[in-house]
């Protein structure tokens, strides 16, 4: 059974840091492209940040760019994202995913999602 395992979210003053990580297990992962998406009530999910297989293609959203950095260690199916001066509106919901899917990923095309975990960031 493929499970994808989320940890570290929380509560966090502005400015703040957070590691979120992500432990993949229960089929081999080569190849796949990982990443994390977010989802705040009554928006659609959205990709946050990704990275292939061999990490020469990484994915940032804009207004995360230079504030978060995802990282992945394939010996260990794992995938993590450190975020950095956080602020008010990156509080959502976090879900770490996977894609065999070459390209950006995208909600249509994951293959497996971990079952999420809440970031809170207060003002």
């Known amino acids: 059974q493929v499970q994808l395992n989320e940890s570290g979210g929380g509560l966090v003053q502005a400015g703040g840091s957070l590691r979120l990580s992500c432990a993949a297990s229960?089929?081999?992962?080569?190849?796949?492209?990982m990443g994390w998406f977010r989802q705040t009530p009554g928006k659609e999910r959205e990709l946050v940040a990704a990275?292939?297989?061999?990490?020469?293609?990484?994915y940032y959203k804009d207004s995360v760019k230079d504030r978060f950095t995802i990282s992945r260690d394939n010996a260990k199916n794992t995938v993590s994202l450190q975020m950095n001066n956080l602020k008010p509106e990156d509080t959502a919901v976090y879900y770490c995913?996977?894609?065999?899917?070459?390209?950006?990923?995208?909600?249509?095309?994951?293959?497996?999602w971990g079952q999420g975990t809440q970031v809170t960031v207060s003002s």
């Open positions: 995913a996977a894609t065999r899917v070459g390209g950006t990923p995208s909600t249509s095309n994951v293959n497996y």
């Open positions: 990275r292939n297989w061999s990490g020469s293609v990484t």
């Open positions: 229960g089929r081999p992962f080569s190849g796949y492209t």
